[in-house]
């Protein structure tokens, strides 16, 4: 039997998937979780994304945080929530990119051991090529919505 594929929901993923508003990535976050939900790929989420995506939705002039904690528990039920901490942190100190909060989610996807970082960032999208995050692959919610699409 092999194991599922773990992927790390980068902070945006998150956003796309919990904001009402629609957003570029939005119909390809949802198809990443929904396969998380029928249990076709393991997801991980870390806290600190969680409080960034509050704090950047309650922005938002629908945010309603019952609905947003509503959402999280019910995220709960299907993904991985894991906490960073200070290995994670000492790790991102010793890579060489130049975004450090980055830096912190690669050394958090090794350590839980994921096999994929999904995000719409295009920053940690385009340092994950030039600086070589070389154990953990980094992709586009479409690029690896397609990648699922294509394995169905």
């Known amino acids: 039997m092999s194991r599922r594929i773990k992927a790390f929901l980068d902070t945006n993923i998150l956003i796309d998937v919990l904001s009402i508003a629609s957003r570029p990535n939005s119909e390809a976050s949802r198809l990443i979780v929904q396969a998380i939900c029928d249990e076709q790929i393991e997801g991980a989420v870390s806290t600190q994304s969680i409080m960034d995506a509050a704090f950047i939705l309650s922005r938002f002039p629908d945010f309603s945080k019952e609905r947003f904690c509503q959402s999280i528990l019910w995220l709960n039920n299907y ?15 010793r890579h ?3 975004d450090f909060e980055d830096d912190v989610h690669y050394a958090f996807a090794v350590s839980t051991a994921c096999d994929v970082i999904v995000t719409g960032d295009k920053g940690f ?28």
């Not at 340092?127 to 169905?152: D, V």
């Open 96 to 98: 060489p990119g130049d």
């Open 79 to 93: 993904v991985n929530i894991y906490s960073i901490d200070m290995v994670n942190i000492r790790n991102a100190i």
């Open 125 to 152: 999208l385009s340092r994950s090529q030039e600086e070589g995050y070389p154990e953990i692959p980094c992709l586009s919610p479409q690029a690896f919505a397609a990648r699922l699409t294509a394995q169905t």
